[in-house]
């Protein structure tokens, strides 16, 4: 199972922090008891019915026992005693339930405690009751009758049936047994690189030169020829004299010097041609910009070079005695056919996405999998967050991106992505299974060099590195790598050799584009309203990022007040324009400090919520909690204040 797509999935906080680098397993396990106030545990629930469903859902019905709707209640009055105010009674005081029950009747809210104590049940046994019945739940479990309306009939202490529709995660299945071997398909990349070939080839028949002692001191030197020489080194002053001497390891005594182009510093092969034995040339020569020694890398220097001895060099024949000197039992042909291989496979790390892509394309078709509809809507509202963040980072407008955030245009925009992010979980849990099943596993080192170079990188540029959030994230990149290599190995892929580029854009999504322009003429001259469209290249990965996306599922209600919002702000809008005060430049500098120094996923949040997009919850346990915005989130019960 893919973590990265089971913590998105499992995560019960709406703005997931489990983004990008991590892929930790945060959700554990709910605990199959239920503790009473007193500390003692109640019964596990007594029977429970599973359906299955389209999608990878199912429909469970579970019987909670009495023992555990009385727990359940007493622990929402407890944990309601701690914030209402009631005459008779101090703050935080133990409040009867039919005290407390009573009150909230008086508010119009009589069922509240027992609707809260339903919750309860559900959050606490549903995920054992499914997986009992050997099902791994995904997302929140949606009670089938409202806990509203279960409140009405529900008694602490005698037992109830809960039914509840939720995702779970399926299985995976080949369409034939080992369908992933042998996967079809193609890919682009470039022909073979024979100018590399041949400059190689070169390289090798120069490192196996033979050498032959010109006897004729007067013998001038030529390209191609060699020569040992002594050579004392001085800095060029700024008119290109000698100046300082060299360290002793820019100097030497009897080194040997090829004359070939590009193979020492500029000027000093050049400088010795037509020289003889017995010749000093002085030779003016610039150290190369990347040398090691810093001291000298860039800088000119002089050098006095004294000729001892001259030869010729002759370059072997590509024969098989050749190829025999370079490693015993080869032939031409085989040492050709090695060094093409060699040459290819580098050239060919440059086409691996383009190869991974082809495989991921064929191992979709041999799989069948039944994609969770939580899983398509956490992605798409990711995917969705992820482009208003570039929109507003390319400079788009916050009153502009506001007005694309709506269900609607949430809802085209899932539609749209829907069949790619389907085709992402399939390939995702594809990869993990066959990583378990093929025993594929990342050598350690591996990861502890992915480690180290990502740990410098944060160090230098000042960011925290939380090291057990990363490491499983490196860990599982490699070991998909290492996963369609194992493909590759054992498929039947055609490679199309092309100078040709690759288009840059996605030609499914251009004819998307398209018939959208279309449709927005087509209503421009019928003068019906235009639909404001989003769309985001599907190529985009799954990353997770705070979701904030509108619920595209929303309640009746909740699309009306929608409605009637934006009707609000249209009205407002006829009012005559408010000139807003431009941001100075010192409030622009922050904000770039500010996100800066944050991830792409706390960037991503940190935008939202300074769009006023997000609202984050204030957390009932702080000891600063301010209890009279308790009505803000039962305002149906009227019941804290």
């Not at 480690?451 to 944060?458: C, D, F, I, S, V």
Request: charged share 30%; net charge negative.
């Amino acid at each position: 199972r893919n973590p990265n797509i089971a913590t998105a999935a499992t995560s019960s906080m709406r703005f997931s922090y489990h983004c990008l680098l991590t892929l930790l397993l945060t959700t554990g396990s709910a605990s199959a008891f239920i503790t009473s106030p007193a500390g003692r545990s109640t019964t596990f629930l007594n029977a429970n019915t599973l359906t299955r469903k389209p999608n990878s859902a199912v429909e469970i019905a579970i019987t909670a026992p009495g023992t555990a709707t009385s727990a359940a209640f007493d622990k929402a009055c407890s944990e309601l005693s701690k914030n209402v105010t009631i005459a008779g009674f101090r703050k935080g005081a133990k409040i009867p339930p039919k005290v407390l029950e009573g009150a909230l009747a008086a508010r119009g809210g009589r069922s509240a405690i027992r609707a809260q104590a339903i919750n309860a049940l559900v959050a606490e046994l549903v995920e054992p009751a499914l997986k009992s019945e050997g099902v791994t739940p995904i997302g929140q479990p949606t009670l089938i009758v409202s806990a509203e309306e279960l409140a009405e009939t529900f008694e602490p202490g005698k037992d109830i049936e809960i039914k509840v529709a939720c995702d779970v995660w399926p299985a995976i299945k080949f369409t034939s047994e080992e369908a992933y071997k042998g996967l079809k398909g193609s890919y682009t990349r470039k022909p073979f690189n024979q100018e590399k070939f041949d400059t190689a080839m070169a390289d090798l028949r120069d490192r196996y030169a033979e050498t032959s002692k010109i006897d004729d001191p007067t013998a001038k030197l030529a390209m191609g020829d060699a020569c040992v020489v002594n050579m004392v080194g001085y800095m060029a002053t700024a008119d290109g004299e000698k100046g300082e001497p060299l360290p002793n390891a820019a100097s030497g005594d009897n080194v040997e010097i090829i004359l070939g182009q590009g193979r020492y510093m500029e000027g000093l092969v050049e400088g010795l041609i037509g020289a003889s034995v017995g010749d000093t040339r002085t030779v003016t020569v610039a150290f190369p910009d990347k040398l090691r020694d810093k001291s000298l890398a860039g800088k000119k220097a002089v050098f006095d070079v004294n000729v001892l001895e001259t030869s010729t060099r002759s370059l072997p024949e590509l024969n098989d005695e050749f190829a025999e000197k370079v490693r015993p039992g080869l032939t031409i042909e085989s040492l050709k056919e090695e060094l093409r291989k060699a040459i290819d496979e580098e050239d060919s790390k440059e086409y691996v996405g383009a190869r991974n892509k082809a495989l991921a394309d064929a191992l979709a078709e041999v799989i069948d999998v039944e994609v969770p509809e939580t899983i398509v809507q956490q992605q798409a509202k990711e995917k969705y967050a992820l482009m208003m963040t570039e929109m507003r980072d390319g400079g788009t407008p916050d009153a502009e991106i506001k007005k694309l955030i709506t269900p609607e245009n949430f809802q085209k925009y899932r539609d749209i992505v829907a069949d790619d992010i389907k085709k992402d979980f399939k390939i995702s849990m594809a990869s993990d299974y066959l990583g378990e099943i093929e025993q594929i596993e990342v050598p350690a080192n591996q990861i502890d060099e992915q480690m180290g170079a990502l740990k410098k990188e944060a160090e230098s540029a000042g960011e925290a590195f939380e090291e057990a959030a990363i490491r499983p994230k490196v860990e599982a990149t490699l070991q998909r790598r290492l996963v369609f290599d194992f493909l590759a190995g054992h498929a039947d892929l055609e490679v199309i050799y092309s100078d040709q580029k690759e288009p840059e854009f996605d030609a499914a999504l251009m004819e998307k584009l398209g018939e959208e322009s279309l449709k927005r003429e087509q209503e421009i001259e019928s003068g019906e309203p235009i639909g404001l469209d989003v769309e985001e290249d599907s190529s985009v990965g799954s990353t997770e990022i705070k979701s904030m996306a509108e619920d595209a599922e929303a309640s009746a209600d909740e699309v009306e007040q929608e409605v009637v919002e934006a009707a609000k702000e249209a009205e407002a809008e006829k009012a005559p324009p408010v000139n807003e005060e431009p941001k100075s430049p010192e409030d622009g500098a922050a904000l770039a400090a500010k996100y800066a120094s944050m991830s792409e996923e706390e960037r991503a949040f940190a935008i939202l919520l300074d769009l006023g997009m997000i609202n984050i919850s204030p957390d009932p346990d702080d000891p600063n909690y301010d209890s009279s915005i308790d009505d803000d989130f039962c305002p149906e019960y009227d019941a804290c204040e």
